[in-house]
């Protein structure tokens, strides 16, 4: 059977980030396109092609699988991105930080990286959606958008930003990227393991899976300045098309996310080819904890990417 997409999209650079519009015609949608393609099916195959969790990363800092023989030479990030150059020291004695370098080198889940193209990395690493809220006794919210990396870091480290002379400030982002991940991680010093935490939606791993997350005891956990809250969405697909219209978009994402159908339709009680879906999501926040110098509250609350083209939740 031929299997055929035709798709438009259109990235607008927006006060508010980038928007994406798809407009689908489709005989048959099991055939993606290449960067859309997630891991763990069967379009993507054998994920162990990166390394498993013993073995040191075969991932070059341009996102190129390295051959075996050659590294010994693999170099070190460059000094324009020192939080992913302090991220690789610690991958030495925490294998499981290894999978948060990689993520930003090939610029999503590293699983993808034989899908992606030259292109594809340059738009993913660059990507940023950001909103800083600012919160001040007897006056309303003032909201900022970032839709670019340039204007984040200089929103993040010019001299009329020392995010010190606010009551609170809470930086809410959507999806992540390098940049972003770069950005944030080297002005505030924060934990590679906030970053670590939100990047994927496993429930369990495998003895060799390279992107194995390791559990804190709670007796650490409690004094981590961050937190993880983990939770399944639902929603509501009226046709087949839809569901594969979410898959796509979720294939979008940088961060893994995915829709696993639920299957449990209905003879004469539900739509026909309707269906739920459910996705696994994540929203991390990470409070800043304020050294001498420092006052009020900064934080950053990480998203996920919401469906674009699904509006309706099960049982609405």
Known sequence: MTSQIVQTRQYTSQKSGYSSQTLWKSTRTDLLEPSHILPHTNQAGDPYYIGDVYEQSCVGQAGEIIEEHLLAFKP???PSRPYLRYIESLAHGWPHISYLADFMKVTTSPPKQRFLSELDKAERACRTKVAMLTFEPGTSVCRVDF???KALSEALNGPDNSHNTVKVRLFVVEDLSR???EAFGARFDIDPLFFRGHISDYMWHNTRDPWVELPDLD???????????QYVQTRYFRSEDSLRRARWETGGFNVLRRVDRDGNWVRDVDIPNSDVGLVRSRTSL??????NE???VL?????SHPLLGVTSKAGS
């Open 179 to 181: 940049d972003v991940i």
């Open 147 to 149: 839709s670019d990396t």
């Open 219 to 229: 007796i650490i956990s409690r004094k981590r300045s961050y937190m993880h809250v």
């Open 299 to 303: 934080g950053t609350l990480k998203m």
């Open 294 to 296: 420092e006052k009020g």
């Open 76 to 78: 070190q990030a460059p």
């Open 286 to 291: 990470w409070i800043r904890p304020n050294k």
